[in-house]
C-alpha cells in the first residue's frame, strides 16, 4: 500500500489512475483499511460479491492489470513495483506522441 | 457452471420475490386466506430439522435405519399431493424434489421426475414461482435428459411473461450450450449472451454474463481490457470507459 500511494504522488500531474477493486471485506474493515492506508483513489467495493475479480480471473491477491490509454491490456501481475517502469513508460510514450 | 448458477440463484429469488410483493390490504386479505403451500412447506421444514437433529444423536445402525424410513418426506407426502390435486404446481415442484427420500428407487425416480416436469411445463409455465420449477429442472438435467431441458429452456426464454424467468432460462441455456461441442452451439450461447447483455450490462448480473463470455486469453496483453462498472461504498458509480485517454493501474486488493 505505501508503494501505491507514492505511486498515484508521483503521477498526480500525469493522466495516470489508480483503480482499487476491493473483494471480501465487511464494510467496517473496509472503511477502516481505506482510512489505515490513506485510499485518496477510487476503490470498488465489492463486499461478499466478485464479480469484477471474477471477470479479470482473478486468482491471487493482490492483482495488478496495466491498461493503456486507448483501454489495452498492458501487462498483468502480483507486484506493483514491476509495474511502475512500465506505468513511466507509457506515460512517457503519451508525451512524446503528444509534443 | 453449477457455482455461477448458485449465486445467481438469490438474484433469481430476489427478482421474483419484488415482482410478489404485496400490498398492506393483500397481506390483509392473506391472513384470511393463507397460503396454504407456504404453511405446509413451513410445518414440512420444521419436522425436517427435528428429524435431522434426531439423526444426529441416533445411536447405532439400527436406530438410523428406523430413523430413515421415518423420514418427513413420507409422513407428509400425502398433504403436498393433495396440495397438487387441488392445482397448486408448487407441490409438484416439492414432490420432484423429494422422491429420493420417499424411498423410490434410482431406476424409478427418473420417470417420476419427468412426468412432473411435464405436467409442471404444461400447466404452470406463466406461474410467478415458475423459476424454481426451471432450477429444478436444472438440477435434473441428468434425469430428465439434456435435450428435453435444453428445449424447455429455449421455450420458456422465449414465451414466459416474467422477464427475470426468461432472463434464468437464456442464463442456464448458456451454461449448457457451453458444453455442447460445434459451432452452432457456440453461436447460439453468444447470441443468447447478447441479449442478456443488452437488458442487464450495468448489473451484478451483466458482470457475470460478460465473465462468462470473457475466455483466459482474452485478458492477456495486447487485448481491449473488459469493460466494468464499479461502485464505491458511498454508492458513487464508475465505470472502467471513463478512464479512457489515461494510463490506468487496476489493483485487485483486500484488506482481510
Known sequence: ?99 | MITTALLLAPLFAGAAHQANQVTPSQVLMESITVDAFSDLETDFQEAYDGWRAELRTAKGIKAKRALREKHPVRLFWDRFQSLANDGDGRALVWMSKSLRNKGLRLSEIAPEKVRLAKLLLKDYSQEAWFGDAVASFIQDRKHLGEDWVMTTLRTVAKDNKDHVIQAQSKYELVGMLRKVEGKQAEEEAEALIGELLDDYRDTEFGLRMLAERTRPEDLEAGKEAPEFMGRTIDGHEFKLSDYRGKVVLIDFYGFW
Open chain 1, 1 to 99: 500500500m505505501p508503494h501505491l500511494q507514492e505511486l498515484v504522488k508521483l503521477h498526480q500531474d500525469s493522466p495516470f489512475a489508480l483503480i482499487g477493486v476491493n473483494t471480501g471485506d465487511d464494510p467496517e474493515t473496509y472503511r477502516k483499511g481505506l482510512k489505515k492506508h490513506g485510499v485518496s483513489w477510487i476503490s470498488a467495493y465489492q463486499g461478499e460479491a466478485s464479480s469484477i475479480a471474477d471477470l479479470y480471473r482473478v486468482s491471487g491477491y493482490p492483482t495488478y492489470f496495466l491498461i493503456d490509454a486507448k483501454g489495452m491490456i498492458v501487462a498483468t501481475g502480483h507486484s506493483s513495483s514491476a509495474m511502475e517502469p512500465k506505468i513511466k513508460e507509457l506515460l512517457a510514450d503519451m508525451k512524446k506522441s503528444k509534443d
